[in-house]
């Protein structure tokens, strides 16, 4: 087996507010190999954004991390150093330590960000700069993550341009962003991507602000371009039938951790996770009418004071006394295709820690969440920056 | 192209702006109460010296015949003839406007000179010690009147130390031979220099500050922006985010304010010349109202208003220079 290209361990982000800490990601794992597109899936506010940014290290105050080590085709970006327990070490300042191997802010930007790694964020309208043309925008990051000479990069600029399907690339060079559609905007941050020629591409919810037609066609693009070029994808997205689509493998997240691991076709046809389930049965579809879509009950909890135990005992239909007792962390519970990890309790893996024994939760004596009807999520629980 | 008919259209737009300005001055003026012949003429003169001046300022006809003969006059350059001084108002008007021009310039270039990198700097360096200080000194600045700074500099700098002259504004390009203490060009260059100090920093120190604050405020906001954050994670270095990605967006708001500080600039202006004893337009617009000397007072009052439009178009201007989306008519 190959080695993986990213892999994130036990990856801990916390944000210092003033209200309390905000445990944002709260120690997920996972791999992406060379040339895969893997899926970094959950509802707003359950930190997949917080983890993209994580890994290249740009997460803003009062964030922070606080734990885990992401490396990156056999280099450490980072590591937080931890004692014999594994707990992470502090100095005075209660700031977590780095080891020796992590790479500087300094070595992050000159070798890792753009050049290695590139980012695709959610809003094509806020994402490029309204006072400078699109070209520019896209030559300047090419010139600095390819070392190329301005005319060459201007260039390979036209050239991404076009292949990302915008029509009379070198006219449109030198338009200004308010000059395009939103759509064609995504193409043109698809395009930066891509023209930096990193081995990796971190897409944050690229789809969410277009609509469905465009996303269709954005969707068909990246698969491929990514079949093309062979660089490997974290799609950080809210949508199963994205996640369908185009992943090869999918991380499913919730409120910070990490709650199934699995091979596309396995997670969707032989689901694990309760919280899976529940997400694949609100996404719409054509054999059901919008009355028989089950959106997940119960709103999701603050990340500053989750729920004991299993995070998602206050809206799993599955939950039992036990599991406001046990944590569960993302273990194998099946072979299938690839390792399928579940962090849920009710498997053999866990072992026998009193779930079959212990007696179902009934809505009161789950912790003080108003049990309502919510749709993907997106319109509570604040936004995956908080 | 955009820029070349956006401009056109803005110059275009400020024809009627200024005909209201020379309507309302002119109206304003025939309005207030007193005699302007009577007081050229003093105590108790003879009805044909009355009618003789009448008949010399054209006083005698109809307000709107006098008004059309006014605004006709004005295109040709001709603002009428100043009662008091009996020269023509343009020639007054000339003689003293390039000082105040001096004087305004001179305190807008000190004062963007200073105001933008303290308030990047203070951006930058947010909540550390350089920041407050420079909050306070900018809050300091917006809240003291210009002529108090001009005042106490005066104390300090000129009537206690002696270290500048206070009065007897140099103009840069007087001719050495008739300045006193002056051979050379040169000479005349440090002198003026020396003499502008005093009134450029009192009078720029109001604009200084509010450019500060702005400058902090959008500085801070562009940063938290997402174009900025996707530059920071193409691995572009901290300083080109703050020169080129945020910088020039910041300075839209900037402008904004740069471009209504100009009427505070020139009320600023009057009274700095008044304090630092300065022959300029503001003191000529003073002494005009105190000698109801009509014809110079319309004068100046276009004149000021002319100079503030302009200001307001190279303001405009600068703006859809900085953003693309003015010029094409499609800003957000
Ligand atoms: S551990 Fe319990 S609460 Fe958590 S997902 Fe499994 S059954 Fe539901």
Known sequence: ?386 | MGLVRYTTSRVLQAIPVLLGVVTITFVLANAIPGDPVQIMLGPSPSQTQIEAIRARYGLNEPLWVRYVNYVAALLTGDLGQSIYYDVPVTQKILERLPATLLLMLSSYTFAILTAIPLGVISAKRRNKLTDHVSRIVSLIGVSTPSFWIGLMMILIFAFHTNLLPSTNLVMPWADPAGIRGAETRLDVLVMAGQHLLLPMVSLGTLQMAAITRIERSEMLDVLTEEYVKLARAYGVAEQTILRKHAFRNAQLPVITIIGLQLSSAIGGAVLTEVVFEINGMGRLIVDSIARQDYPLIMGTTIVFAFVFVVGVIVTDLSYAYVDPRVSYGEAE
Not at chain 1, 75 to 94: C, R, S, Y
Not at chain 1, 238 to 249: K, L, P, T, W
Not at chain 1, 282 to 303: C, H, K, Q, W
Request: proline share 6%; aromatic share 6%; hydrophobic share 35%.
């Open chain 1, 1 to 386: 087996m190959t080695d993986p290209l990213l892999s994130v361990e036990n990856l801990q982000t916390y944000f210092f507010t003033e209200d309390g800490v905000v445990q944002a990601v709260d120690g997920i794992s996972f791999d992406v190999m060379p040339g895969e597109l893997v899926g970094l899936v959950g509802e707003s506010g359950a930190g997949k954004s917080v983890a993209s940014t994580s890994i290249l290290r740009l997460v803003e105050d009062p964030g922070r991390i606080v734990g885990g080590r992401v490396e990156f085709k056999g280099e450490t970006l980072f590591e937080i150093e931890t004692d014999d327990e594994g707990t992470p070490v502090e100095n005075e300042d209660a700031t977590p330590v780095e080891t020796d191997e992590s790479l500087s802010q300094q070595e992050m930007r000159r070798r890792i960000r753009g050049r290695e790694i590139a980012i695709i964020f959610q809003d094509p309208m806020e994402s490029l700069n309204p006072v400078y043309t699109v070209g520019g925008q896209l030559r300047e990051f090419i010139e600095i993550n390819r070392d190329l000479g301005k005319s060459a990069a201007k260039t390979a600029a036209i050239d991404m341009l076009r292949e990302v399907g915008i029509p009379e690339a070198p006219a449109r060079y030198s338009d200004y962003p308010h000059q395009f559609s939103g759509g064609m905007r995504q193409r043109v941050l698809i395009a930066m991507a891509l023209a930096c020629e990193p081995s990796l591409i971190i897409a944050d919810e690229p789809t969410t602000a277009l609509d469905v037609t465009v996303e269709g066609q954005i969707l068909d693009l990246v698969a491929d371009l990514q079949e093309k070029y062979g660089t490997a994808f974290v799609w950080v997205t809210h949508d199963m039938g994205v996640v369908a689509e185009i992943c090869d493998r999918v991380n499913v997240m919730y409120l910070g951790e990490m709650v199934e691991q699995a091979d596309v076709d396995d997670l969707f046809y032989d689901t694990k996770h309760p919280y899976t389930e529940a997400l694949l049965e609100s996404i719409p579809r054509p054999d059901r009418t919008v009355e028989e879509l089950n959106p997940i009950a119960g709103v999701m909890p603050e990340a500053i004071d989750p729920p004991r135990g299993c995070r998602f005992h206050t809206r799993c239909p599955d939950a039992r006394e036990a599991c406001t007792r046990i944590d569960p962390d993302c273990r194998v519970v099946e072979d299938g295709y690839s390792p399928h990890r579940a962090a849920c309790i009710k498997y053999d893996a866990f072992g026998n820690v009193g779930y079959d024994a212990s007696p179902p939760l009934d809505n009161e004596t789950r912790s003080g969440v108003d049990v309502t009807l919510t749709g993907d999520g997106g319109h509570q629980g604040g936004d995956d920056d908080e």
